[in-house]
């Protein structure tokens, strides 16, 4: 059974860092582009970022490019997502999921993990 | 960015009645080569995550119901769901992979009467 459990959310003061992580079972981590999505409360969905197989490869959309890095540990099947100079804004659900191939659609969701962004 | 665009932000429906709803992207998502629609439906739940119902327009994913149907091509994507069950309470969301940044509509809430 596929499984995405996200960890490291809490509360933190506007400016300051917080890093992310979600632990992958039952697939080949390895094999698949991971990606986070972000959803602030009681409002859509955001894509954040996505990484290649190998890590070699990172994308983001303007509003955290250059702020978030994501990151994983193929050895630990583990995904990462550290996100620097964090504003208001940011305060969202983070959900760690897969793409099925490359960067196309989300088979597979984590549970979400929330961050609030505050003073 | 491509916008992806969803109507109604929100409908009821009774149970046994048919669903749809609708899905606009700004720019055609359908790639020439492959001739394939970068278009996903996804569904959630209240208090869940959410779930890939349909992908590439009209693909359903193994284990969603029959009466979930996906169609539309180029710019306009329809979600219907032929008849509803109290269980497809949710927020409907597509969204586009033909390009970075990946993209979702604003959803659709389905309330059931």
């Known amino acids: 059974e596929v499984q995405l459990v996200e960890s490291g959310g809490g509360l933190v003061q506007p400016g300051r860092s917080l890093k992310l992580s979600c632990a992958a079972s039952?697939?080949?981590?390895?094999?698949?582009?991971m990606a986070w999505v972000r959803q602030a409360p009681k409002k859509g969905l955001e894509w954040v970022a996505t990484i290649s197989t190998s890590g070699s490869r990172t994308y983001y959309p303007d509003s955290v490019k250059g702020r978030f890095t994501i990151s994983r540990d193929n050895a630990k099947s583990s995904l990462y997502l550290q996100m620097n100079s964090l504003k208001s804004e940011d305060t969202a659900t983070y959900y760690c999921?897969?793409?099925?191939?490359?960067?196309?659609?989300?088979?597979?969701w984590g549970q979400g993990v929330m961050v609030t962004v505050s003073s | 960015d491509i916008v992806m665009t969803q109507t109604p932000s929100s409908q009821a429906v009774s149970a046994g009645e048919k669903v749809t709803m609708s899905c606009k992207s700004s720019?055609?998502?359908?790639?020439?080569?492959?001739?394939?629609?970068?278009l996903a439906w996804y569904q959630q739940k209240p208090g869940q995550s959410p779930k890939l119902l349909i992908s590439?327009?009209?693909t359903r994913e193994s284990g969603v119901p029959d009466r979930f149907i996906g169609s539309g091509s180029g710019t306009d994507f329809t979600l219907t769901i032929s008849s509803v069950q109290a269980e497809d309470l949710a927020v409907y969301y597509c969204?586009?992979?033909?390009?970075?940044?990946?993209?979702f509509g604003s959803g659709t809430k389905l309330e059931i009467k």
């Open positions: 999921a897969r793409h099925v191939e490359f960067i196309t659609t989300f088979d597979y």
């Open positions: 969204e586009q992979y033909y390009d970075t940044p990946l993209t």
């Open positions: 720019q055609s998502l359908l790639y020439s080569e492959n001739k394939k629609n970068y």
């Open positions: 039952g697939f080949t981590f390895s094999n698949y582009y």
């Open positions: 590439w327009a009209s």
